[in-house]
């Protein structure tokens, strides 16, 4: 046989240029892999038509139209079995946002390729296409709203599918487990608006190109409506299959078998016999079409779609749609294989490329919720101040950068600017959004005391745009010695938190300066450093150590007392002297940190409760590296991380600034500098209030390049001796353990390793590359790639760490209230009281105490209740009792599209929800 197929080659490169010689020929190779498909059992008929054909070629140095005839006749049973099956061709366009090119040519492209496909359908009656992806109908409405009607039109003919359910065909990893069901919420909600057609109809998650997909996924899509997923990336996997998350929730996908962009020719329908034939079907799916940067279905394929299909030993070649592939799929009753875990993992330097991307991404998740949550308690309030407007379009330019080559950092210089650009537009929705609700909380709040003004103050409207990483537009609003904030924590940890205030233009004397709560009860603060300037005003930066209940707030009021009352402390040099030589060393009750005098590294850690102790017995040490790829891959260093060639510990030469070393007060701290290739870094290691963990602010000057095929230069934070052979990770709503491995590996901000039952844990904001190999622990926190943007990190960059010893019998539920890993800070908002207010000076929005973890508290999409969502993260079903500040009317559990699913008992303001393991829980509450 192996003989015929090789004379079949053979004539191809002689006569294909003939129209009847491609056509017989291809029919012969076609016939071939479907013999091959049942068992070769039409191998013999197709030799003997083989040779007949080779023969008469032969004798006339050609192949006839005749001849070709022949032949087909000759394998009439044949043609009929292959006319039994069919091979569905579905044309799309591939267009990716912002990745070679600005936002721009997105629209240029998207656009162009639109009205192309409409043209080619008034055409070819029988051309179907698809298009995902419901940002690009917004583009389509904003600029040519005329188009979009023919694309409703085609819409409803069944010959344009929309196989968007997303905003964007986002990252799978890196958005939070909320950003991922905000993409289908928000992307079924624009499309229903944009195309008038139903939610429930658009049920396909489509993301060909997307770097693989999380563990959680089926779960979301699942509660999403979605029942079938397509893509093309990931680790090995079936091509038909069913998807399953822990949870249950399954979707049957398809990986596509070929490749996403493609042409419709014969060469490139050989594999569909196989294909049918493995998964007992009769027909199977073709996508094809032009480009990553649009371009769509040609003429050409069309042509031999239309030509194919006429040929005998042929199956059909029609056109068709992904869902109508599915339906037979399920119609077949095929048994198909369960995938579980991740489908992961592909393209690992895209956990770091262009870090400002996935700290603006951070910022934004951390805003978003923040937003979200304060709107949600003024709802409860009966206030209706929430700007939905500027809050819809923060969510749309957050979705939009979670497409696949923008987060992952696979784009160029000016796609990131753009994105950058976006966000600052997100932060600034935001910030108003944020600085506006608690303006409107803290002007309901009564307090006791005189905030009247001083006529020779300057400090009323000081501050403004002043240090906004929290968020807020907050300037002072006060002008006399007795100056009132409010603080909001918006995180699920209660008790003692550290915050920090400005204290604005305050020439009263430091020494009669009090803190007190709403209450009247004495606060613990300090004022750190000296008065700085700014624009004009000045300031005192203060810490402020206070007491706050989960999701809750509180006021507290820095004023004048009687003189010598005072307990503020100023930081100042500590007791270590150069001839020393001693260690060192930051200690509360709770933590002891010890640190090298010469290299600044973190050289012993000891945990007070758990009585852990990390230490150089263990080989334990936390530093700074440098690491250098080998750059191997001359093209796409983005993309793939080459085998590091070289690494260098940034322990040497390291400036130790003993005048900063402040081993006392609420704020102790130590930082360091250290200078290496054309860059430096400044880093301060601080342990505020009674913190069970260290902070660690870093200030990289980075200007190292990445040079194409030599080196692709990285800076790594690293905890030696700290690990162990496995460690945890942070997945869209939940928690993966991963074995140890040589690589990085993605995870949203945290990892926890660690043996006897103690886990190291690190938290670092806004970062995604991780590595646990051998004991030791390290996060990647830039990366200098050469392509496609060759100076993706130069400039100066701000990273938070966090890091500490986990108390044993720590869940990975408890990971998101641990405050080692809160990605958050206590919000505080200067404000004048309002004397005839009666509001209570403290309080919390939101009360529960279980394993349950909080992704979402907001205002329903219907505007008519508050939306609370959780996910389960240790697989254990159970009862959540969940106490709200206000008594509802109602409650009822619902999916991710806020669909009412079954009702709760609600007694009081209490709701008790019943969950099962690994589940995301979403409860909609009627307020009256």
Same mark, same amino acid.
């Given at each position: 046989m192996e003989q015929k197929i090789d004379l079949l080659s053979e004539m191809k490169s002689k006569y294909s240029a003939l129209s009847h010689g491609k056509r017989i020929l291809s029919e012969l190779e076609y016939a071939y892999a479907f013999s091959a498909s049942e068992g070769h059992l039409y191998d013999e008929e197709i030799n003997k038509a083989v040779l007949m054909l080779d023969k008469l070629s032969q004798m006339q140095g050609?192949?006839?139209?005749? $001849?070709?005839? +022949?032949?087909?006749?000759?394998?009439?049973?044949?043609?009929?079995?292959?006319?039994?099956?069919?091979?569905?061709?579905?044309?799309?366009?591939h267009i990716d946002l912002d990745w070679l090119w600005g936002y721009d040519e997105t629209v240029a492209s998207a656009l162009a390729t639109f009205r192309t496909m409409l043209d080619l359908m008034k055409e070819f009656p029988d051309f179907v296409f698809a298009q995902s992806q419901a940002a690009l109908y917004e583009i389509v409405n904003k600029y040519d709203p005329e188009m979009l009607q023919e694309i409703k039109e085609r819409v409803k003919e069944g010959r344009w599918e929309v196989t968007a359910a997303s905003y964007v065909e986002s990252d799978d990893n890196m958005p939070s487990g909320e950003g991922l069901a905000r993409q289908i919420l928000y992307g079924k909600k624009d499309l229903a608006r944009l195309l008038d057609i139903s939610p429930a109809s658009l049920d396909l998650y489509f993301v060909p190109d997307t770097f693989g997909h999380a563990e959680t996924l089926p779960t979301i899509l699942a509660s999403s409506?979605?029942?079938?997923?397509?893509?093309?990336?990931?680790?090995?996997?079936?091509?038909l299959y069913y998807f399953k998350s822990r949870s249950g929730s399954e979707v049957l996908t398809l990986r596509e078998p070929a490749w996403y962009n493609s042409e419709i020719n014969p060469e490139s329908l050989l594999i569909y016999p196989a294909l049918m034939s493995k998964y007992g079907l009769n027909a199977f799916i073709k996508l094809y079409g032009v480009g990553d940067h649009g371009g769509g279905a040609t003429r050409r394929d069309l042509e031999n779609m239309k030509e194919m299909d006429k040929w005998p030993l042929y199956p059909h070649i029609q056109g068709g749609t992904l869902h109508k592939f599915f339906s037979l799929v399920e119609k077949s009753r095929t048994h198909l294989e369960t995938i579980t875990g991740e489908i992961n993992k592909i393209f690992p330097g895209c956990y770091t490329s262009q870090s400002a991307l996935k700290e603006a991404n951070a910022r934004g998740e951390k805003d978003l919720f923040e937003a979200e949550m304060l709107s949600a308690m003024d709802f409860v309030n009966g206030q209706k101040s929430i700007r939905k407007d500027l809050l819809d379009e923060a969510w749309r330019i957050h979705l939009f950068n979670h497409f696949h080559d923008i987060l992952p950092g696979s784009c160029i210089h000016p796609s990131k600017e753009y994105a950058l650009g976006q966000s600052q537009i997100r932060n600034a929705d935001l910030s108003l959004i944020?600085?506006?609700?608690?303006?409107?909380?803290?002007?309901?709040?009564?307090?006791?005391? $005189?905030?009247?003004?001083?006529?020779?103050?300057?400090? #009323?409207?000081?501050?403004?745009?002043?240090?906004?990483?929290?968020?807020?537009?907050?300037a002072e609003s006060s002008s006399g010695p007795n100056r009132a904030f409010l603080l909001f924590n918006p995180s699920g940890m209660e008790g003692e938190r550290v915050c920090k205030v400005q204290l604005w233009d305050y020439f009263y004397p430091l020494d009669c300066l009090i803190a007190e709560d709403g209450t009247g009860h004495k606060i613990p603060f300090e004022i750190i450093g000296n008065q700085q300037d700014y624009f004009g005003h000045r300031f005192y930066e203060v810490a402020i150590e206070a007491s706050f209940k989960a999701y809750g707030y509180k006021t507290v009021i820095l004023k004048q007392g009687k003189k010598g009352a005072s307990s503020y402390s100023q930081a100042g040099p500590g007791w270590w002297r150069e001839e020393e030589k001693r260690n060192f060393v930051l200690e509360n009750s709770a933590l002891k940190a010890t640190f090298s005098p010469v290299s600044g590294a973190l050289i012993a850690l000891f945990d007070k409760k758990s009585q852990k102790l990390l230490d150089a017995s263990q080989g334990f040490s936390a530093f700074f590296q440098t690491e250098a790829e080998s750059g191997d891959d001359k093209r796409m260093s983005a993309w793939i991380m080459s085998p590091s060639a070289r690494t260098v510990s940034l322990t040497t030469n390291v400036q130790v600034e003993s005048e900063s070393y402040k081993p006392s007060g609420i704020v102790k701290r130590l930082t360091s500098s250290v200078s290496f290739g054309s860059s430096k870094l400044a880093f301060t290691y601080s342990l505020n209030g009674e913190d069970a963990f260290l902070t660690l602010d870093c200030r990289v000057d980075f200007n190292e390049k990445g040079i194409s095929g #030599?080196?692709?230069?990285?800076?790594?934070?690293?905890?030696?001796?700290?690990?162990?052979?496995?460690?945890?990770?942070?997945?869209?709503?939940?928690?993966?353990?991963?074995? +140890?491995? *040589?690589?990085?590996?993605?995870? #949203?901000?945290?990892?926890?390793?660690?043996? *006897?039952?103690?886990?190291?844990?690190?938290?670092a904001q806004g970062k995604y590359g991780f590595r646990l190999i051998n004991k030791e622990m390290s996060v990647n926190l830039l990366r200098a790639t050469s392509d496609p943007d060759p100076y993706p990190e130069t400039g100066v960059h701000e990273i938070r760490l966090r890091l500490g010893i986990l108390p044993k019998g720590t869940k990975p539920s408890d990971f998101s209230l641990a405050p080692i890993f809160q990605n958050s800070e206590v919000l505080a908002l200067p404000f004048l009281p309002n004397k005839d207010a009666k509001g209570e000076s403290e309080g919390s929005i939101l009360d529960m105490d279980g394993s349950l973890v909080l992704s979402s508290y907001k205002v329903s999409e219907d505007r008519k209740g508050i939306l609370i969502r959780f996910s389960?993260?240790?697989g254990k079903k159970g009862n959540e009792?969940?106490?709200?500040?206000?008594?509802?009317?109602?409650?009822y559990l619902c999916d991710l599209e806020e669909s009412i699913k079954e009702f709760l008992t609600v007694k009081d303001n209490l709701i008790n929800i019943s969950y099962e393991a690994y589940n995301i829980i979403s409860v909609y509450i009627k307020k009256d």
């Open positions: 050609t192949i006839l139209a005749k $001849d070709a005839q +022949a032949i087909e006749a000759e394998l009439h049973d044949l043609s009929v079995e292959l006319k039994k099956t069919t091979i569905i061709c579905l044309g799309h366009a409506g979605i029942r079938y997923m397509y893509h093309c990336r990931g680790k090995i996997v079936p091509d944020k600085t506006s609700l608690l303006s409107h909380l803290a002007s309901n709040i009564h307090l006791e005391g $005189d905030f009247s003004s001083d006529r020779n103050s300057v400090s #009323q409207g000081a501050g403004v745009g002043f240090m906004s990483k929290e968020g807020l537009m907050g #030599q080196s692709v230069p990285s800076l790594r934070y690293v905890i030696k001796g700290a690990g162990s052979d496995e460690g945890i990770y942070k997945i869209p709503f939940g928690f993966i353990t991963r074995k +140890a491995e *040589d690589g990085d590996v993605c995870s #949203q901000g945290l990892m926890a390793s660690g043996e *006897d039952n103690n886990l190291f844990g690190l938290w389960e993260t240790e009792m969940v106490k709200l500040p206000f008594i509802p009317k109602a409650a």
